[in-house]
């Protein structure tokens, strides 16, 4: 009986795969700007680019999900972690009011297949205790949406 009322957390780790009619250096210069993620994945809510002398560039990234009449938004502090140009980076949470959070990641990496198109990958994972089941549905909702959006977004640019 108990066993049945003990909740399972998970760590979340999804990749979204897709092909754009881009080129690689158009993609790449697009995608290693937080702040256009907003034009495709309809889960981010806000993003606002944060500069401050002395750190790295960060940005306050505000994700919303909804579930039925139920929304929860949340609000993280985003760096560039690394970066490879051209071919890959990584976003990673990184606040800095002194408490332990838990780990957001977004890597992003884009391959030439010609000139005019790129395969790019982009894994989002959280290392936290609050990701369960029907977060997971409601976010597997979003990625066939977030693939149309993308190339609609690149289509746009070309």
């Known amino acids: 009986m108990w066993e049945d009322l003990i909740y399972e957390f998970i760590d979340m780790?999804?990749?979204?795969?897709?092909?754009?009619?881009?080129?690689?250096?158009?993609?790449?210069?697009?995608?290693?700007?937080?702040?256009?993620?907003?034009?495709?994945?309809?889960?981010?809510?806000?993003?606002?680019?944060?500069?401050i002398q002395g750190e790295d560039q960060s940005w306050i990234v505000v994700l919303r999900s909804q579930l039925g009449p139920f929304a929860r938004m949340k609000k993280l502090r985003m760096v560039k972690s690394s970066e490879h140009l051209g071919r890959s980076i990584c976003f990673s949470r990184s606040e800095v009011d002194g408490k332990e959070h838990s780990s957001?990641?977004?890597?992003?990496?884009?391959?030439?297949?010609?000139?005019?198109?790129?395969?790019?990958?982009?894994?989002v994972s959280y290392g936290g205790k609050f990701w369960s089941r029907p977060l997971e549905t409601a976010f597997n909702s979003h990625v066939e949406e977030a693939k149309t959006r993308l190339k609609l977004y690149f289509e746009s640019r070309e």
């Open 104 to 123: 957001w990641d977004l890597e992003v990496s884009c391959s030439s297949l010609d000139d005019a198109n790129t395969k790019v990958a982009l894994t």
């Open 13 to 51: 780790r999804q990749t979204i795969e897709l092909t754009v009619a881009s080129s690689p250096d158009n993609v790449f210069t697009a995608l290693r700007d937080l702040e256009t993620y907003t034009e495709w994945l309809s889960f981010i809510d806000s993003i606002e680019k944060v500069e």
